[in-house]
């Protein structure tokens, strides 16, 4: 089990869209969403792309 702490995943969260080529608006800046507003738009985008989603619950483990 891994241990991810908040700053790591919003990290890769940005990283995530930037590799899935999402463009910010002016009125959406997806560096100042909450963790759980960034994680529903990576979501959101994956699966409007077709792609597989992995989430992780509060005891980290994979669920999809």
Known sequence: ???IN???RR???L???KRIGYV???DKNP???SLYELEKLVISL???RGSRVV???ARQEEVE
């Open 1 to 3: 089990m891994s241990n």
């Open 6 to 8: 908040s700053k790591e």
């Open 11 to 13: 990290e890769f969260l």
């Open 15 to 17: 990283k995530e869209l």
């Open 24 to 26: 910010a608006s002016k």
């Open 31 to 33: 560096a100042k969403l």
């Open 46 to 48: 994956k699966i409007e």
């Open 55 to 57: 989430n992780y619950n």
